[in-house]
């Protein structure tokens, strides 16, 4: 069956870094777009980075842009979020998701989506 395990979570300091990993099981990473989302307590879910089925295009929240990288290993079905320059307001718990798109600057799920569980993400001294 389909599933997507994240990794790579935890407590970073502001200006520090993780590096978010998503293994896909159960279909082809190559057939979709693939996007991490995220939730932080309180607040709407939003849309962090959006990467396209093969050509690679990626676009990312405004707030990110800069600091954080999205990439694809479609040979090991696996999907990363390289976060940099971390700062307190990133904190939040962070979801892989199968199928993204893009609409007027604003990544939103697609229409074949899947979600993992989830990994926590905490920014603080």
């Known amino acids: 069956q389909v599933q997507l395990v994240e990794s790579g979570g935890g407590l970073a300091q502001p200006g520090g870094s993780l590096r978010l990993s998503c293994a896909a099981s159960g279909f082809n990473l190559d057939g979709y777009a693939m996007g991490w989302f995220r939730q932080a307590p309180g607040k709407e879910r939003e849309g962090v980075s959006c990467i396209s089925r093969t050509e690679g295009i990626t676009n990312y929240l405004n707030s990110v842009k800069g600091r954080f990288t999205i990439s694809r290993d479609n040979d090991k079905n696996t999907l990363y979020l390289q976060m940099n320059s971390l700062k307190p307001e990133d904190t939040a718990v962070y979801y892989c998701?199968?199928?993204?798109?893009?609409?007027?600057?604003?990544?939103?799920?697609?229409?074949?989506?899947?979600w993992g569980q989830g990994t926590q993400v905490t920014v603080s001294a």
């Open positions: 998701v199968r199928d993204c798109v893009v609409l007027g600057g604003t990544l939103y799920r697609g229409p074949a989506d899947y």
